[in-house]
């Protein structure tokens, strides 16, 4: 209870407070939650500023037919005064693009929401018309620069100059220099634009840095040439010019005294993408009662003829049949005046249980598998490579395509957890991993069966990069910042049979390679030993050391051959008329298997002192080179033609069997009055790589 003598002071009115409510806009609510856009740390804030040129730059290129040339430069104006707090850095970001023209050029760099790019259907990486415009909005607030912005859309004419700057209470560009100029740089295709922004930013190198962020770019975009020159180069300043010429030579990203360098790795630019209609199963109720009233078309007919796409006058017709009622019948001929709210709610819940086509696909552009796998080989150091590009799919009426690629082992960490690569439409996805789509993807895909370590929840472990895009004409991100693409049951469903199918084929390599790997160390252990085995047999038997080496030898080879047979992708032995060392998988279009030494190593060679083959020697008794290989009597070659014989003191052959099997044979040969003389001696030690004996086991 109040106090007796208190006054109150709620004294505001419907009136009075009418008077404080005005229109918010949408820069100046962006201004006070720039977090949603990406601004949420001076580092984050850098890369969001040059990935938002960056997309921009090759959007534009794409559009007019131009292998994009693009130079980002870092330049440190104020060292920050400690590591925890942010100093002053100027970004200025060059391309080769058509340029933009003057009437245009204020509105796309200083209003929020405005560009070409909301409203068609069609893959772009830009789609809301806020990223490059909210960059210049935080130049200015932290600060207090406008930013410059140089263009040129015709090569005859000099360069527009403009510096401007953003009302956030009114979402409205202020010009404060506008003079045309000659002082840009020369470009391959004499047009193009620059753009500096002055901002507070971090400048750190890692996983979720400017650094990774093009390197990335460089992958999902081979048909780019990317230049960056960082702070401790920026001294040197090259131009487009100066450093196309040399990055020509490059094969893969390089790191020169005055830039880095990501070359292009294909001469292709993507192909061009059209612009499609809406999918009726992607429109909502209300945006179909609004379609309904802003139509020009008269009739029912024309209007789903013109407003969607995979509408054929056979579902028209079903779908008026069905929203058809006694007291109002609805053809394709029926005016659009005359439908009220109730027809338009039938006819819309006809039109989502018709059974209609899935949209085209020719509104989307995925990278490809060939130039997946060149952009992955520029960018990452392994010995395996391998891509997969799924079926277009649907989800909410909006195509998309699903494309995976993998590389493993190489110069890649084999202790750590396998790296992630994730992009949607070309454009690299560095935060909110966990919460992306990709990366669950990932998890949920059982690597243990692909020879992989795979800790329970968790991504496999081992030398692998895993690359996943998503090309779409509207990628549903979790935020306006687009760190991460929502968890729809038909994205993460292609996205794991995509990875299944570059698994099967790293699987097929890691099979092949644990076996080699183990009949070479078994076939080592052999060898070791079968030296003196030799030894040993001579000293018994008196036969001659060298011939028991050389039958041990080739039966070690025999015993360990598996190495060296030719797998197919489901593990099967195939023959080949020019045998490969990766079996099927040299053919295969979509792998890539990057290996120093093509050629298998030799044998090792016999034990010192030895010879590799009596047979010939000085010294070495006729009769003993005769049986172990001369040619016959009939003209045969003997050595591989009489394989598994041994021959006794007559000339006769006998098979070389174990010891007691041949002890009853002759016994037999005995019984049976052989002209075999008594005493004659058998030459059993005789070993070859189809007989049994020692490698059994």
């Given at each position: 209870?109040?106090?007796?003598?208190?006054?109150?002071?709620?004294?505001?009115?419907?009136?009075?407070?009418?008077?404080?409510?005005?229109?918010?806009?949408?820069?100046?609510?962006?201004?006070?939650?720039?977090?949603?856009?990406?601004?949420?740390?001076?580092?984050?804030?850098?890369?969001?500023?040059?990935?938002?040129?960056?997309?921009?730059?090759?959007?534009?290129?794409?559009?007019?037919?131009?292998?994009?040339?693009?130079?980002?430069?870092?330049?440190?104006?104020?060292?920050?005064?400690?590591?925890?707090?942010?100093?002053?850095?100027?970004?200025?970001?060059?391309?080769?693009?058509?340029?933009?023209?003057?009437?245009?050029?204020?509105?796309?760099?200083?209003?929020?929401?405005?560009?070409?790019?909301?409203?068609?259907?069609?893959?772009?990486?830009?789609?809301?018309?806020?990223?490059?415009?909210?960059?210049?909005?935080?130049?200015?607030?932290?600060?207090?620069?406008?930013?410059?912005?140089?263009?040129?859309?015709?090569?005859?004419?000099?360069?527009?100059?403009?510096?401007?700057?953003?009302?956030?209470?009114?979402?409205?560009?202020?010009?404060?220099?506008?003079?045309?100029?000659?002082?840009?740089?020369?470009?391959?295709?004499?047009?193009?634009?620059?753009?500096?922004?002055?901002?507070?930013?971090?400048?750190?190198?890692?996983?979720?840095?400017?650094?990774?962020?093009?390197?990335?770019?460089?992958?999902?975009?081979?048909?780019?040439?990317?230049?960056?020159?960082?702070?401790?180069?920026?001294?040197?300043?090259?131009?487009?010019?100066?450093?196309?010429?040399?990055?020509?030579?490059?094969?893969?990203?390089?790191?020169?005294?005055?830039?880095?360098?990501?070359?292009?790795?294909?001469?292709?630019?993507?192909?061009?993408?059209?612009?499609?209609?809406?999918?009726?199963?992607?429109?909502?109720?209300?945006?179909?009662?609004?379609?309904?009233?802003?139509?020009?078309?008269?009739?029912?007919?024309?209007?789903?003829?013109?407003?969607?796409?995979?509408?054929?006058?056979?579902?028209?017709?079903?779908?008026?049949?069905?929203?058809?009622?006694?007291?109002?019948?609805?053809?394709?001929?029926?005016?659009?005046?005359?439908?009220?709210?109730?027809?338009?709610?039938?006819?819309?819940?006809?039109?989502?249980?018709?059974?209609?086509?899935?949209?085209?696909?020719?509104?989307?552009?995925?990278?490809?598998v060939r130039t997946l796998l060149a952009g992955l080989l520029k960018g990452v150091r392994a010995e395996f490579y391998t891509a997969s590009t799924r079926a277009p799919s649907v989800y909410r009426g909006n195509p998309f395509q699903i494309e995976a690629a993998i590389a493993f082992g190489g110069d890649l960490p084999g202790d750590?957890?396998?790296?992630?690569?994730?992009?949607?439409?070309?454009?690299?996805?560095?935060?909110?991993?966990?919460?992306?789509?990709?990366?669950?993807?990932?998890?949920?895909?059982?690597?243990?069966?692909?020879?992989?370590?795979?800790?329970?929840?968790?991504?496999?472990?081992?030398?692998?990069?895993?690359?996943?895009?998503?090309?779409?004409?509207?990628?549903?991100?979790?935020?306006?910042?687009?760190?991460?693409?929502?968890?729809?049951?038909?994205?993460?469903?292609?996205?794991?049979?995509?990875?299944?199918?570059?698994?099967?084929?790293?699987?097929?390599?890691?099979?092949?390679?644990?076996?080699?790997?183990?009949?070479?160390?078994?076939?080592?252990?052999?060898?070791?030993?079968?030296?003196?085995?030799?030894?040993?047999?001579?000293?018994?038997?008196?036969?001659?050391?060298?011939?028991?080496?050389?039958?041990?030898?080739?039966?070690?080879?025999?015993?360990?051959?598996?190495?060296?047979?030719?797998?197919?992708?489901?593990?099967?032995?195939?023959?080949?008329?020019?045998?490969?060392?990766?079996?099927?998988?040299?053919?295969?279009?979509?792998?890539?298997?990057?290996?120093?030494?093509?050629?298998?190593?030799?044998?090792?060679?016999?034990?010192?002192?030895?010879?590799?083959?009596?047979?010939?020697?000085?010294?070495?008794?006729?009769?003993?080179?005769?049986?172990?290989?001369?040619?016959?009597?009939?003209?045969?070659?003997?050595?591989?033609?009489?394989?598994?014989?041994?021959?006794?003191?007559?000339?006769?052959?006998?098979?070389?069997?174990?010891?007691?099997?041949?002890?009853?044979?002759?016994?037999?040969?005995?019984?049976?009055?052989?002209?075999?003389?008594?005493?004659?001696?058998?030459?059993?030690?005789?070993?070859?790589?189809?007989?049994?004996?020692?490698?059994?086991?």
């Amino acid at each position: 209870m109040a106090k007796k003598g208190s006054k109150s002071t709620r004294t505001a009115t419907a009136e009075s407070m009418a008077t404080k409510q005005r229109e918010i806009s949408v820069s100046e609510f962006f201004a006070k939650n720039r977090h949603l856009l990406g601004f949420d740390n001076p580092r984050k804030a850098l890369l969001t500023t040059i990935k938002e040129a960056v997309d921009n730059s090759l959007d534009a290129c794409e559009e007019a037919g131009i292998l994009p040339d693009i130079e980002v430069k870092l330049e440190e104006i104020v060292p920050p005064p400690s590591t925890s707090k942010p100093g002053r850095y100027r970004v200025t970001i060059t391309d080769n693009g058509p340029g933009i023209v003057r009437k245009q050029a204020e509105n796309i760099f200083g209003k929020l929401l405005y560009g070409s790019k909301f409203h068609r259907l069609k893959m772009s990486r830009g789609q809301q018309g806020i990223g490059i415009s909210a960059a210049g909005m935080y130049g200015l607030m932290t600060t207090g620069r406008p930013m410059v912005i140089t263009t040129r859309p015709n090569n005859r004419k000099p360069a527009h100059h403009l510096e401007l700057a953003m009302d956030t209470t009114k979402n409205k560009p202020e010009v404060t220099v506008d003079i045309e100029t000659e002082d840009f740089p020369e470009t391959t295709s004499g047009t193009g634009t620059r753009v500096a922004i002055e901002l507070e930013a971090k400048y750190v190198r890692g996983k979720t840095s400017v650094d990774a962020y093009l390197e990335q770019t460089a992958i999902a975009n081979p048909h780019a040439e990317i230049t960056f020159i960082p702070p401790e180069k920026a001294g040197e300043a090259p131009t487009l010019e100066s450093g196309s010429k040399e990055a020509k030579t490059y094969e893969r990203t390089t790191e020169l005294e005055d830039r880095i360098i990501f070359p292009r790795a294909v001469d292709e630019l993507p192909p061009e993408t059209e612009e499609i209609k809406p999918h009726p199963y992607g429109v909502e109720l209300g945006s179909f009662l609004r379609m309904l009233k802003q139509t020009e078309e008269k009739q029912l007919a024309g209007f789903f003829k013109n407003a969607f796409c995979r509408v054929p006058p056979s579902v028209v017709k079903e779908v008026t049949d069905a929203a058809t009622t006694k007291e109002k019948t609805i053809t394709g001929q029926t005016y659009v005046s005359t439908i009220d709210n109730a027809a338009a709610e039938r006819l819309y819940r006809s039109l989502q249980d018709a059974k209609l086509r899935s949209p085209p696909t020719d509104c989307l552009a995925p990278i490809g598998v060939r130039t997946l796998l060149a952009g992955l080989l520029k960018g990452v150091r392994a010995e395996f490579y391998t891509a997969s590009t799924r079926a277009p799919s649907v989800y909410r009426g909006n195509p998309f395509q699903i494309e995976a690629a993998i590389a493993f082992g190489g110069d890649l960490p084999g202790d750590e957890t396998a790296r992630i690569i994730r992009f949607a439409n070309r454009v690299p996805l560095l935060y909110q991993q966990s919460a992306c789509s990709a990366f669950k993807a990932v998890v949920d895909t059982s690597w243990k069966n692909y020879g992989l370590s795979q800790p329970r929840g968790a991504a496999p472990v081992g030398p692998l990069v895993v690359m996943i895009h998503m090309a779409s004409v509207w990628v549903p991100f979790t935020s306006e910042s687009k760190e991460a693409i929502a968890d729809y049951d038909e994205i993460r469903k292609e996205m794991k049979l995509a990875l299944m199918e570059c698994g099967r084929k790293l699987g097929t390599y890691v099979r092949k390679r644990q076996k080699m790997k183990r009949e070479g160390q078994r076939r080592d252990i052999f060898e070791r030993y079968i030296g003196e085995i030799a030894k040993a047999c001579n000293a018994i038997t008196g036969e001659d050391a060298q011939a028991i080496y050389d039958a041990l030898q080739r039966q070690a080879q025999a015993r360990t051959a598996l190495a060296d047979v030719q797998l197919d992708e489901d593990g099967n032995i195939v023959q080949e008329e020019a045998p490969s060392k990766n079996g099927r998988l040299d053919n295969d279009d979509d792998v890539i298997i990057i290996d120093d030494d093509p050629t298998p190593p030799p044998p090792r060679s016999p034990a010192k002192g030895r010879v590799a083959s009596d047979a010939g020697q000085p010294g070495k008794p006729e009769k003993q080179a005769t049986e172990e290989g001369a040619t016959g009597a009939e003209g045969e070659d003997a050595p591989g033609l009489r394989q598994g014989l041994v021959q006794s003191s007559n000339g006769s052959d006998v098979e070389a069997k174990p010891q007691q099997k041949t002890t009853k044979k002759t016994a037999k040969t005995k019984a049976t009055g052989s002209d075999e003389p008594p005493g004659a001696k058998k030459k059993r030690m005789r070993l070859d790589p189809v007989g049994g004996g020692l490698f059994d086991a």
